[in-house]
């Protein structure tokens, strides 16, 4: 009975307290106006949805290029 009620009050508590977004571009508009983060940019698809969608004041880009190895940081158009 106890295991009972300790899930009954997780349920209500995701029922009162979460919000289930269906994609990025909802999360985006959720967040209050301020200054926007994103680390790990790459192609910058990401960011240009966190401009349009969540309308930052400030929008910082950040990309480590100097400790990346191997995969799609390799020998492409985009390393520095």
Request: charged share 20%; hydrophobic share 40%.
């Amino acid at each position: 009975e106890i295991h009972r009620s300790i899930l009954l009050g997780i349920l209500e508590y995701w029922r009162t307290s979460v919000l289930i977004l269906k994609n990025r571009a909802e999360l985006y508009a959720h967040l209050p106006p301020g200054v926007v983060a994103e680390i790990g940019v790459q192609f910058g698809d990401n960011a240009q949805d966190i401009l349009e969608y969540g309308r930052p004041k400030e929008l910082h880009l950040i990309d480590c290029w100097m400790h990346q190895t191997g995969g799609a940081y390799e020998g492409g158009p985009y390393k520095l």
